[in-house]
């Protein structure tokens, strides 16, 4: 029987191991020994088949479309680790059979082998890290590979069978001009992946960058070298076939992330793993972030599973049952994210709602401004409205706008 779109499930698994943290990373990441790996994957493990009671063959059995082994460096587990998460997912869940199911890997962590044994596993989707194409760069930003090691990584995936392949590149590093930002560019295109996440540097509190930085010691372009990299971006790519189908996101047609857009369109999905969060049936819930907490938690509880949700989710941090406000305002500014826009329609179908009398003003106001396109059945935000697009999101909370009672 065909399942509804309310009956299946994306799932993100979190590997938080890394051979080395990069300078500007405030992900949830280390390094680790063997011994810890494998007590994490233990734990993994358990709560894959714990889950299964509620979500998956013994439960309501949803239907599993995409898997995200994300980190971290998912690639610096053995295959052999992978192959026992892949297989235990397949055990206790539906996996329908054109998943997309991607693995994040970075150069000096993956070759020919270990790209094999993905394909084997059923992974059909790669995302690797590049963010420079300057080995200067990729050392000041503490990344372990060189442009050679990239490129030697990256053939290895493709002589392997990998054809969809993601590229990370980021813009406004340390010392980056316009002209070495542009050879990335050219670079990444040149190799022709099926899909690129172009970011901006972004200076986050806790990591190495954030201290340098406060002390004078971070030398990044200017607010108008930053942005004329950033226009430069999407006209370049752009202009050698990739559509913008995101802010951060471009692809070749038909190679649009469909793990990623989930997010962006409230679909549900599962985190396993260390801080991994999940959006189920309007639930949003976050896994632990201590280590030893998650670890210990799974070796404790052996095989006495529940399949009651409200037994479980007293064992992950900030649950929030959203309410119909915080539904409809995740609604906007997610799907805003998408060039797309949102279906003032589906709005309605799933709120019961007339939407311009919950936001008629609001469009109004933000279309006069240039900051929005608002047509007949969509909404969505022009070049303009995606430079300021957070304070565009803004502007869809509804606190003090609409009734709670919604």
Known sequence: MKKTEEQCLGIYIHIPFCLKKCSYCDFLSFSAEKAEQENYIFALLKEIMKWGEYYGKKGKDYQIITIY???GTPSVLEPAYIEKIFSTLEKNYTIKSDAEITIECNPKTADYDKFCSYLKAGINRLSMGLQSVHNEELKQIGR????????????????????NINLDIISALPDQTYDSYHKTLEQVVHLNPKHISSYSLIIEEGTPFFDMYSQGLLHLPDEDLERQMYYHTNKFLEQNGYHRYEISNYAKAGYESKHNSSYWKRKNYLGFGLGASSLVDNIRFQNVNDFKQYIQRYFQNNENYSNNIEEILPYYKEVQILSKREQMEEFMFLGLRLTEGISKSEFEKLYKRNFDK???KVCSRLAGMGLVYCEEDNVRLTNRGIDVSNQVMAEFLLENKVSETL
């Not at 372990?144 to 054809?163: N, P």
């Open 358 to 360: 919950v936001y008629g």
């Open 69 to 71: 082994f994300g980190g």
């Open 144 to 163: 372990i590979h060189t442009w050679e090691d990239f490129l030697q990584t990256y053939h290895a995936a493709e002589s392997a069978g990998f054809s």
